[in-house]
């Protein structure tokens, strides 16, 4: 369940209760009459099934309540109530698979945003990174990836693309170009740095590295579990059980990749530099591709559902607080 905070106008208050009235899953209604002051009007409060949450926050827009007042979404960890399981139940399909738009374009643009912390990770990540396809050590490639903050700005990228929210999009991939950039030349003057202390050398570059030379040397497979991957990252994100982000993180070759191409660029080895960037490349189109179809497939199969988000006339409605 998720649970609604809303100031409304108050001659807008009435369309919005016959709205929350309407809508399948909803309950726990509560009105405060003139109880808002900044900005002024009524607050409005209910609980709302997940499943329903995102076709009444979309009705609530179209009233304009997000400019004439606000709307505010939390998550309801426990929730002791009949009427909460009976609202559950009315409401079509399972809590896990609905995708509330406005939540995951929330949660993306904080993700997605170019900050310092976000550059920072990015810089650290590749330069742990660095040190793995050097020493050839895979549980620093691993620990390279999980660290990596890229995915945010790659499900930006999908979900401006899918809401047409172009701005979004916009951002999401200034931060990835812009992150992965500064992060390859930190990891070149890193790169050269450790040389000159005699930690790397351009041996250790050319010598084998069976645990890591699938770094820069891109196959079909390479693409293919990006595309399984970034399915299952946009999954993760839109369902309310998420936890297969960090899996999808260590099964992608992107901060490697960087990582590789920076050290070979420091040692002018072009093959590997060129190979590495293909990697890299291959990697983010196949998220990007992937996830984005994913959204697509996940609204159309919601939309099937909209026509059950509303009480049919004469159809008992749950008893308001």
């Known amino acids: ?28 209604l509560v009105v405060l009459t003139g109880a808002a002051r900044n900005p002024k009007g009524d607050l409005v409060l209910c609980d709302v099934a997940r499943e329903a949450a995102d076709e009444l926050l979309a009705e609530m827009r179209t009233l304009g309540i997000d400019k004439s007042g606000s709307i505010a979404v939390e998550n309801i960890d426990l929730s002791i109530s009949k009427r909460a399981e009976q609202a559950e139940e009315e409401a079509p399909g399972e809590a896990a698979d609905a995708v509330v738009w406005e939540q995951l374009a929330e949660a993306t643009h904080e993700e997605s945003t170019l900050t310092i912390t976000y550059i920072a990770f990015l810089i650290l990540a590749t330069m742990i990174a660095a040190c793995g396809v050097v020493l050839d050590n895979a549980i620093l490639i691993v620990g390279a990836m999980a660290v990596g903050p890229e995915f945010g700005p790659l499900a930006g990228i999908c979900t401006g693309l899918v809401q047409r929210a172009p701005r979004l999009a916009a951002r999401s991939l200034v931060a990835l170009l812009v992150g992965f950039a500064v992060a390859i030349v930190a990891t070149t003057v890193f790169s050269l740095v450790m040389d000159s202390l005699g930690q790397f050398d351009q041996g250790m570059l050319k010598n084998p590295r069976p645990n890591t030379s699938f770094i820069w040397q891109p196959d079909p497979f390479s ?68 996830g984005t179809l994913t959204l697509i497939g996940w609204k159309l199969l919601w939309r099937t559902q909209q026509g059950r988000m509303t009480r049919r006339p004469g159809t008992p409605q749950l008893p308001k607080e």
């Open 1 to 28: 369940m998720l649970h609604l905070r809303m100031i409304t106008p108050h001659d807008r208050t009435d369309e919005v209760l016959a709205l929350i009235d309407k809508t399948v899953g909803t309950t726990h």
């Open 223 to 290: 693409f293919i579990v990006a595309l399984l991957a970034g399915a299952a990252g946009v999954l993760s994100l839109t369902s309310a059980k998420s936890g297969a982000l960090v899996g999808v993180a260590i099964s992608v070759t992107t901060v490697p990749a960087a990582a590789n191409a920076a050290v070979a660029l420091s040692y002018g080895e072009v093959g590997q530099m060129w190979g590495s960037a293909a990697q890299l490349l291959l990697n983010l189109l196949g998220i990007i591709l992937a």
